[in-house]
């Protein structure tokens, strides 16, 4: 085979990079912090990690940074290993970037020479181009001469991002990226952020507590409870069949029924349930006395007592407290969820 066709075979069925974590554990003192975890994210794919404090969220997105070293198992973009401190001089690979909760910025100086702060000046016009272009992502225009010092929290976490991608990085570290920025922003910063991660092709592994920040945008969700994965899979289903009350909680209020109370089975375990799946009926087998109902925007949240227990619905309308209702589970929910 002639040399150029080579080539040219060897390049077209070149193979994305794939970031793959095997097995990993790791303790800072005797206690274990994380155990066994296992997954891979595609290039251009966005992981979520969720948990509660103290689960071991930002211990992992510091792991995947090279930041310490693994008690075991390897972490590996590609064919390249990440490993800590005792192999690299050095933290964090060149094609990595982490934004942290706290923000590495320059106080003293612009919005624009913060981003711009690794670009090359060979080529300025580019350089600018660049840098108004991640300004308008993070929807900075106005600031963009302005004092990193004179901005607010949130608009220096916006910054940070901003700052992260300039050098067009293949993977992108998150930990809790819009905790700081005000409701008025996120919404449409947190689609600005993935719609260009997206469009560049960039893995994002992202650390929250919110499930706003990620729902929407996530290809895979990884929920880790005390250091040990408790369900991986895509947003859809563990949001569709939540295993656990941890999982469940993280996108909503919700319910546990024995399966005893809906239904004729006769099965041990609890279904669980979230509000909007619950409708009232004029007669049922489950009835209860309301207790309260809270203003939610769009609807109520009517808490109700049921068995010594509190159940909650959404209804269109405030219901009087005391007054007895009778409701049942959607049917199709049932039939999804059932063990």
């Known amino acids: 085979m002639h040399y150029k066709q080579f080539f040219y075979l060897t390049f077209t069925f070149q193979i994305d990079p794939m970031l793959q974590v095997k097995n990993i554990s790791f303790s800072y003192h005797q206690d274990p912090v994380l155990q066994q975890i296992n997954f891979t994210v595609e290039k251009g794919g966005t992981l979520a990690i969720v ?51 706290e923000f590495d910025l320059m106080p003293f100086t612009s919005v624009s020479q913060n981003i711009g702060e690794y670009l090359s000046n060979f080529y300025l016009k580019k350089k600018k181009e660049r840098i108004e272009e991640l300004i308008e992502v993070v929807e900075l225009t106005p600031f963009a001469k302005t004092k990193v010092k004179y901005l607010s929290g949130g608009q220096k976490q916006r910054v940070a991002l901003a700052r992260a991608l300039a050098k067009e990085p293949e993977i992108l570290l998150l930990d809790e ?14 689609r ?3 719609k260009h991660l997206k469009e560049q092709n960039i893995t994002c592994i992202v650390a929250t507590h919110d499930k706003d920040d990620i729902v929407s945008f996530a290809d895979q969700m ?50 669980m349930v979230y509000p909007h799946e619950i409708k009232l009926v004029n007669n049922s087998n489950l009835s209860g006395v309301v207790k309260k109902s809270y203003f939610r925007g769009n609807c109520y949240l009517v808490e109700v007592t049921f068995n010594e227990r509190s159940v909650f619905f959404n209804h269109s309308s405030e219901i009087a407290i005391g007054k007895k209702i009778h409701f049942e589970i959607i049917e199709s929910v049932l039939k999804t969820r059932m063990p």
């Open 177 to 190: 990226p819009f905790s700081h920025i005000d409701n008025l922003k996120r919404q449409s910063l947190r």
């Open 222 to 271: 990884l929920v880790l409870n005390e250091g040990e994965t408790l369900a991986y899979g895509t947003p859809k289903e563990l949001y569709n069949k939540p295993k656990y009350s941890l999982v469940a909680s993280f996108f909503d209020e919700f319910n546990e029924f024995k399966i005893s109370e809906v239904s004729d089975i006769n099965k041990f375990g609890i279904v």
């Open 192 to 194: 600005n952020i993935f």
């Open 51 to 101: 948990g509660e404090s103290g689960s071991g969220k930002s211990t992992l997105l510091k792991l995947l940074y090279g930041e310490f070293d693994l008690n075991k198992g390897q972490i590996f973009w590609g064919e390249d290993e990440i490993l800590g401190p005792k192999f690299n001089l050095i933290t964090g690979p060149e094609y990595m970037k982490y934004v942290a909760q």
